[in-house]
């Protein structure tokens, strides 16, 4: 029985800034255009710098290596995220 996983790449995970919109002419000549991008909140809230030096110091799960990219099983950050959820304030009395 296979199972399916799913993965994310950093993209998904890290904040990204807005990108405005450009058009420059490389060495050859040819023109090239940049769509502008608006800013997005990734699923853990960090700058990818963040999440890369939270991962050097043992504090965020590693990536793994496939075919080149690096990613990150959604079920190892889903686990992250749920050990650092602030406590709930339900208190039985």
Known sequence: ??????????SDLANQSERKA???TTQSGRQRIITAKKARRGIVGFSSKH?????????F????????ASL?????INKWIESHSAPSN???A
């Open 1 to 10: 029985m296979k199972t399916h996983e799913e993965f994310l790449r950093m």
């Open 22 to 24: 450009r058009t420059y």
């Open 51 to 59: 999440i890369y030096k939270m991962i050097n110091e043992n504090r």
């Open 61 to 68: 799960p590693a990536p793994i290596k496939i075919d080149g």
């Open 72 to 76: 990150w099983r959604l079920s190892d």
């Open 90 to 92: 339900n208190k039985e």
